[in-house]
């Protein structure tokens, strides 16, 4: 039997309730009495020069309370990036500010240069239009493409960075000659051009903040779409607006998605602030679906050169990256570190390669800026990887299930240092291989190309054997790496003096179920029922100072500091029990909710202990505080390495080209399971969006800046019909070596693992057609690239 | 300015609204009604799904005005009476059809408006009718899923084969 609750059990969402009922609270959902409306003004070109704003005349329209431009906020700080990165000389990055309003030049479409604030929305955005008219913006040349931004020094996006550069990094660079000569002597090289294509995030819920302040207290609260309140909080205070952290809360409520694009500071969310300051009165703006396009930090916009050296039965001797990033017009908070440590980092995968060297160049465009999504840097190098050694089978006529097991690493060789500076601590790549290949009856797979050809269809597989560093991150190594933050996590847990329990988090939920499983998690440690406990999070004035939620790292970081919390209660109560039954501490067991006096059948339940906890009148008193609340913070000995196998099968419709994702695979190892059911739909919708990648999501700029993708009806959102059903396992386990609860981290899987097994599976159908010429088509392969591809 | 008068939910409501008032506002600001969402404004991503009169509609494209006088349904009314969840819904938590709940509102209301038609999808038939409900987090599969459960059938072996 399954379990019914605590940890492992399929336990429903609590969640789920309010949402299906409409009784979720969501930023915009908030009605404040005196409150106002934001609009901002956005520049309409690419890159220009500011060369006046007249006010006047918006000023002077109908409810209009007050305008803001660049000017106002030139002397306050920037919006910082979160990561040092040197280049290979050790130069320091490049860091242009980036200024809650742009001041002196826009440097992309939708840039904010002013904002205005009126009685209403409606009233905001005439007078926005006004103003606009009144704004004289000369027009300079656009830089849109990597190659000439880097290539073109006299077209600056920054004027004080003259090769559009903002680092030119190597790791790791004393490898790089070693690399080179292994390189120089393989057998075989495969060299492979690839882009990993553009995306924009799209969180159903566009963004959203509310800004207030109280004259009276001088205390001021932003309520906003944040994937990480007090990591805004920080940067609001700290590096931007300077209102101390204790005059600023930071909440962040139900919120509909994030895949990455809310975990950053945006300039609205200071404006908010700075505006209702001037006006005391809330001030809120909400996102219209156009400004997500074209002011979300977007996703990947990788162009790469891979090449690897190997032997001609295919063993993996060198891997040798050279990479263009785009970082868009500004260096969004964790924009430097996507393209390098989350990314450089990975290139050995799952295999055991002697010499890798990876060399990034990011670049500055005069797009929106680009950051972590889903996956952030790690489905960049799974695609890279998995496609170069889908080519070396194809050149030297391997099969690609026999080449991966040939260069998997075994379970034995644990933990093992990888060349690009990781430590893996466990892990079993052979397992989840044998495990997708029975899911996906590979066998049988013949059988179904010759049903698929008798309907006029080419059908395909592909394989990607996977792995991703998660649980982010530990923080005296990534502080080594450039992280200027910490990222530990804390978790206060409060005994109520009836016993049931509040959990205050770091961890932000915004569709992941925290709130479901973090509750298993206390429950079951406790042995009280799952309904006993409650999780507070999202509000900076509630919780300890955690850092959020992002790089799959709840469960394995605030989890973690969540379990260390509870074993301080338990490590109390054992104190508590002792005195009220007149036991050793030493004596004292706490099994299934109760302390118990070992050998004897002296026990007193958790919810005894707990009250006389906070009515203390038969209590140790002088030598231990009343009450039952505990706070842990904890910072993880090292990442975590979920990992698997993905086997995709794909149909081919060789005379429109299109392509149908008709079979997806999943044997995935994420360690303990805490909730099934929730780690299953985590991976469905990675894998979804992995599949929209690869088949159909496309950002567009023109050559002058212009987004061409700038709304559902022309950037295509993967829909039900786009997708199957997908076939998940999550029964391979080997649990995190150091965590508690042997979680490795389930939300980004499936976005890494899934691209190269779709793509691997069209080339696949394509050779398997005879179209052997086609041996790559960049994603996304939409119907005219593949048939191009095809009729050559 | 005109007053508009409709029933939401079974219960008579009535409203100042401007001309270009779209009923997803009329929704949530003139009547509080926020369980409606709006992801999009361009009538792609479905959020925004009310029932006018029984049938789905995007109520980010429909003026207020040009619905006076109709019933409409929102997702603050589906729950049965005693506020319990109803099969759909039900079907939608029991199967994990929802996560961020961003796009839930409009997911549950075309669904509702899809059994009504067709209380026996096919798999096909369920992915194509939602095609004009976008969700980012499930990668859908949960949602069909939880679409045919409502409708009685078995969904026990469902997978990608």
């Known amino acids: 039997m399954p379990k019914d609750h605590g940890i492992g059990a399929s336990t429903k969402r609590r969640e789920d309730v309010r949402f299906l009922t409409g009784r979720g609270v969501y930023t915009d959902d908030m009605a404040l009495h005196g409150q106002t409306a934001a609009v901002f003004v956005r520049s309409n070109v690419a890159h220009g020069r500011i060369k006046s704003i007249n006010t006047a005349k918006a000023a002077a329209m109908p409810g209009v309370l007050a305008i803001f431009t660049g000017e106002d906020f030139k002397d306050v700080g920037g919006n910082p990036a979160g990561w040092l990165i040197n280049s290979r000389d050790g130069t320091p990055m490049r860091e242009p500010k980036r200024p809650v309003l742009a001041h002196g030049k826009v440097r992309h479409v939708g840039d904010a240069y002013a904002a205005v604030i009126a009685e209403t929305v409606a009233q905001a955005k005439d007078a926005a239009e006004q103003l606009a008219e009144d704004s004289v913006i000369e027009e300079l040349p656009a830089i849109v493409d990597m190659k000439q931004a880097v290539a073109d020094p006299s077209n600056r996006v920054h004027d004080e960075i003259p090769d559009n550069l903002c680092f030119d990094w190597g790791w790791i660079e004393d490898n790089r000659a070693a690399v080179d000569a292994a390189m120089k002597a393989a057998p075989h090289v495969v060299t492979l051009n690839l882009v990993n294509n553009r995306l924009v995030p799209n969180a159903m819920e566009p963004r959203a903040s509310i800004g207030e302040y109280n004259p009276g207290t001088g205390d001021y609260k932003l309520t906003t779409t944040s994937q990480n309140p007090h990591l805004t909080r920080l940067l609001v205070s700290a590096f931007v607006l300077g209102i101390p952290e204790n005059k600023l809360t930071v909440v962040a409520p139900d919120v509909g998605g994030g895949f990455g694009s809310k975990i950053y500071h945006y300039g609205e969310e200071a404006l908010v602030l700075a505006a209702a300051k001037k006006l005391g009165r809330p001030v809120r703006w909400t996102a219209e679906r156009s400004e997500s396009f074209l002011t979300d930090a977007h996703g990947r916009d990788h162009v790469t050169k891979i090449e690897l050296g190997c032997t001609k039965d295919g063993e993996i001797l060198a891997i040798r990256t050279e990479t263009l990033a785009n970082v868009g017009a500004y260096l969004s908070n964790f924009s430097t570190a996507t393209p390098t440590f989350l990314h450089g980092t990975l290139m050995s995968g799952p295999y055991k390669v002697p010499h890798v060297y990876v060399n990034v160049k990011t670049v500055f465009t005069n797009t929106a800026p680009v950051d972590a999504y889903r996956g952030a840097g790690r489905p960049e190098a799974t695609y890279s990887l998995e496609r170069v050694i889908d080519k070396m089978c194809r050149e030297l006529g391997l099969d690609p299930f026999e080449v991966r097991r040939k260069n998997l690493l075994t379970p034995d060789q644990f933990p093992y240092q990888s060349p690009v500076g990781l430590l893996y601590d466990t892990g079993n790549y052979q397992a989840t291989l044998d495990k997708a290949v029975q899911m996906a009856d590979v066998v049988g797979f013949e059988k179904r190309a010759a049903e698929s050809k008798a309907r006029g269809k080419l059908r395909g597989m592909g394989l990607s054997t996977w792995i991703e560093a998660c649980g982010i991150a530990p923080s005296n190594l990534v502080g080594i790496l450039g992280s200027r933050v910490g990222l530990y996590d804390a978790a206060t847990v409060r005994v109520n003096a009836t016993g049931n329990i509040s959990v205050m988090v770091g961890a932000h939920s915004h569709g992941q179920g925290h709130e479901t499983v973090f509750a298993q998690i206390v429950a079951e440690k406790l042995g009280i029922p799952d309904s006993s406990v409650e999780i507070v999070h999202g509000d900076t004035s509630k919780i300890p100072f955690g850092m959020g939620s992002y790089g799959s790292r709840s469960l394995a970081v605030c989890g973690t500091a969540m379990t260390k919390a509870v074993d301080k209660i338990i490590a109390k109560g054992k104190k508590i029990a002792a005195h009220m039954l007149e036991a050793a501490e030493g004596d004292i067991s706490f099994e299934d909710g109760k302390f118990q006096v070992a050998g004897t059948d002296k026990a007193k339940t958790f919810g005894e202990i707990a009250f006389s906890a906070y009515v203390p009148h038969n209590y140790p008193l002088e030598t231990l505080e009343p009450g039952l609340e505990e706070t842990a913070f904890y910072d993880p000995a090292n990442f975590t390495y979920p990992a698997g196998a993905y086997i995709c099968e794909v149909e081919v419709d060789e005379g429109t080209g299109k392509v149908d994702v008709v079979a997806f695979h999943c044997a995935d190892d994420f360690g303990n399971v805490m909730n099934p059911m929730i780690v299953e739909g985590q991976v469905h919708g990675g894998v979804g969006q992995g599949i929209g990648q690869a088949l159909c999501e496309f950002t567009a700029y023109d050559e002058t800046g212009q987004l061409l993708t700038g709304s559902y009806m022309d950037y295509p959102m993967p829909r039900a019909e786009d997708v199957p059903f997908y076939n998940v396992d999550y029964s391979c386990q080997t649990p995190c070596t150091h965590n508690p609860l042997g979680v490795k981290g389930c939300g980004e899987a499936g976005a890494i693992g899934s691209p190269p097994a779709v793509i691997n599976a069209v080339i696949d159908a394509l050779q398997r057609g005879g179209h052997t010429h086609v041996t790559h088509i960049d994603m996304p392969v939409s119907p005219s690239r593949v048939w191009s591809a095809i009729n050559g | ?161």
């Open chain 2, 1 to 161: 300015m005109t007053k508009v008068f409709m029933t939401v939910n079974g219960k008579a409501v009535s409203g100042e609204v401007e001309g270009r008032t779209l009923l997803s506002s009329f929704l949530r600001e003139g009547l509080g009604m926020t369980g409606t969402h709006v992801g999009c404004d361009t009538s792609q991503c479905g959020a925004c799904v009310v029932h006018v009169d029984g049938k789905p509609v995007k109520s980010c494209t429909v003026f207020a005005a040009d619905v006076a006088g109709a019933s409409v349904k929102t997702i603050e009314g589906m729950a049965n009476a005693d506020g319990s969840l109803n099969v759909l819904q039900q079907a939608f938590q029991d199967h994990h059809g929802l996560q961020c709940g961003f796009c839930t509102p409009g997911m549950v209301m075309s669904s509702a408006a899809l059994l009504a038609e067709n209380p026996k999808p096919s798999e096909a038939e369920v992915r194509h009718y939602l095609d004009g409900n976008i969700c980012r987090c499930t990668g859908y599969h949960n949602i069909v899923k939880a679409v045919m459960a409502a409708s009685g059938q078995d969904v026990s072996a469902l997978a990608a084969e």
